[in-house]
């Protein structure tokens, strides 16, 4: 059996394993406890971003939690622990990448796009955080610019968790499902449909124009 399709799928497997066993209730049930110090928070939560790829939780519970307990002044570290988290699942896709041709058409979208710029783009649209990460791997895309486009694509999402998660007295399952007001996803997401529209067009004229040259 193909090694790297092996390693996936047991990945994949432990991730559906732990996503059933666990839930994110788990740690909201506890987030009073953990925001009451703010050591036992930061400590908590950066524990919380290295485990949270093999849950397959959102990355907003990250800012949420963050939020919680520290308050708006909070957003740069939700954002530091929500790039942290990333990286995890976007190395093992790297790793175990194969010359498919998913792989091909990754590295051809990555090279109209540039690679900062397609990242950010992906984390602005309303896609499963670890969908981006792998796709990210699987393109082969440099850890520097995947770091970046991340950071900068997942901010809207960081103060949006955060904000949600400083107004409220106590958190529930009910904030997590509310952080994200459906005008705020779509604004943000017509952000990241507007940043490939250039690069985009770009490619569709330089290909119209080799066609008009060539006849």
Do not use: C
Request: hydrophobic residues 55%; charged residues 10%; without cysteine.
């Amino acid at each position: 059996m193909n090694r790297p399709r092996l390693v996936a799928g047991l990945a994949l497997a432990v991730v559906v394993v732990a996503a059933f066993a666990v839930s994110p209730a788990t740690v909201i049930s506890h987030a009073t406890w953990v925001a009451a110090d703010p050591v036992r928070l930061v400590v908590a939560a950066s524990l919380l971003a290295l485990v949270r790829p093999l849950l397959a939780w959102p990355t907003t519970l990250l800012a949420l939690v963050v939020g919680y307990g520290l308050g708006p002044v909070g957003i740069p570290f939700a954002l530091a622990l929500i790039v942290l988290t990333s990286i995890p699942p976007f190395l093992f896709a790297r790793h175990y990448r194969e010359a498919t041709r998913l792989a091909e058409v990754g590295e051809q979208t990555v090279a109209i796009t540039g690679s900062v710029r397609g990242v950010t783009a992906s984390r602005l649209l309303p896609v499963p955080s670890d969908v981006v990460s792998v796709a990210a791997g699987v393109a082969n895309v440099r850890l520097g610019a995947f770091a970046l486009g991340t950071a900068i694509g997942e901010l809207p999402w960081a103060i949006a968790g955060v904000v949600a998660g400083a107004s409220v007295e106590t958190l529930t399952t009910e904030s997590l499902q509310a952080i994200v007001r459906p005008e705020f996803a779509v604004l943000v997401a017509l952000a990241g449909v507007a940043l490939l529209v250039p690069p985009v067009y770009r490619r569709y004229r330089s290909k119209t124009e080799a066609t008009t040259d060539a006849n």
